[in-house]
C-alpha cells in the first residue's frame, strides 16, 4: 500500500510541474522572439534612414566649390590627396585652412610650387582670380576655416595707426621699409611690394611659412585694414624725402654704406694730404 501511495503522489507531482515547465519554456520562447523582432525592426530602420544622416553629414558643394574641385583633381591632388588630407613627404593636409590660405597661396603664384624647397617663391599665378575663388571656395567647403572678408579692406583705416602697428608687429622681420628680410633655415620674409590687399589680410590670416597668424583675438579686422592701408598708401608711395633709399633695408645697409664711403674718402684725403705735403 505504501508503495503504491508513494508512486500515485509521485505521478501527480509530475502532472503538476509539468505545466509549471510548459509556462517557463513558453516564456522563454516569446523572449527570443520579441528580441529578433526588435533587432529586425532596429536594423531596417537604419538601413531606412542612414543614407539620409549621410547626406546630411556630407552636403552637396556649391557650384563655385564644384568648379574648384575640378581644378584640385587635376592641380593639386598629386601633392595634397584625392581629399586634401595630404600626402605624406609633398603635401600638407588642407583640411581646416580656409579658403584664406588658397588665396595666398595660389592666388600670389606661390602654389602650385614647381619643386620642394624651404620656402615657396612668388611667381606669377597660374590660375586666374576666379580660378582662384572655385579652389577656395572648394577648401572652405570641405574642412572649413578662415576668410578673407568681402568689399573694400582699408574703408575707414587709420594710416597712422597703421603705421604704429607695422612697427611693433610686422617691422622686425619684413624691414621697416617692407622690403623683406632673411630668417633661419633658408627661409625669409618677403618684400611687401608686390602684395595686393587681400593677400596681404589672408597672410595675416593663415600665417604662412614662418609667419604668425594674427587672428581677429590678436589684431581686430579694423586694425588688420589700418595695416593694409599703411602698406599700401604709405610704404609703397613714399618718395624718400631723405635721399637714396639703399632697398630700404634699415640701419644695416645704411651704415654699411656709410663707413665704404667714409673710410674710402678718409683714404684719399689722407694721400692727398700726404701728397701736398
Not at 35 to 45: F, S
Not at 184 to 194: E, I, N, T
Not at 201 to 227: H, T, W
Amino acid at each position: 500500500m505504501t508503495s503504491d501511495n508513494d508512486r500515485r503522489r509521485g505521478l501527480l507531482a509530475r502532472l503538476r510541474g509539468r505545466p509549471v515547465a510548459r509556462s517557463r519554456g513558453r516564456r522563454r520562447l516569446g523572449a527570443a522572439v520579441r528580441l529578433i523582432a526588435a533587432l529586425t525592426l532596429a536594423g531596417g530602420a537604419y538601413t531606412v534612414f542612414a543614407p539620409g544622416v549621410q547626406a546630411q553629414e556630407n552636403p552637396p558643394l556649391s557650384a563655385a566649390a564644384g568648379e574648384g574641385k575640378a581644378l584640385f583633381d587635376v592641380s593639386c591632388v598629386t601633392c595634397h590627396g584625392r581629399n586634401a588630407q595630404g600626402v605624406e613627404g609633398r603635401g600638407p593636409s588642407l583640411i581646416g585652412v580656409g579658403s584664406a590660405s588658397v588665396e595666398f597661396q595660389v592666388g600670389s603664384g606661390r602654389m602650385p610650387m614647381a619643386r620642394q624647397e624651404a620656402q615657396a617663391v612668388r611667381k606669377p599665378p597660374q590660375f586666374t582670380d576666379e580660378q582662384v575663388r572655385q579652389l577656395g571656395q572648394y577648401i572652405q567647403e570641405l574642412g572649413g576655416g578662415p576668410q578673407v572678408p568681402q568689399g573694400n579692406l582699408r574703408a575707414g583705416a587709420d594710416l597712422s595707426a597703421g603705421g604704429e602697428l607695422f612697427r611693433i608687429n610686422c617691422s622686425q622681420c619684413h624691414a621697416f621699409g617692407g622690403g623683406g628680410g632673411a630668417l633661419s633655415s633658408g627661409k625669409y620674409a618677403p618684400s611687401l611690394k608686390p602684395a595686393s590687399d587681400r593677400q596681404i589680410y589672408a597672410a595675416m590670416l593663415s600665417g604662412p611659412q614662418n609667419m604668425p597668424v594674427f587672428g581677429d583675438n590678436q589684431l581686430r579686422p579694423e586694425q588688420k585694414a589700418d595695416i593694409i592701408a599703411y602698406i599700401q598708401e604709405s610704404l609703397k608711395h613714399d618718395q624718400d624725402q631723405g635721399g637714396l633709399n639703399l632697398g630700404r633695408y634699415g640701419p644695416s645697409t645704411e651704415g654699411l654704406a656709410a663707413f665704404l664711403i667714409g673710410i674710402v674718402a678718409l683714404v684719399f684725403a689722407s694721400l692727398w694730404i700726404a701728397g701736398k705735403s
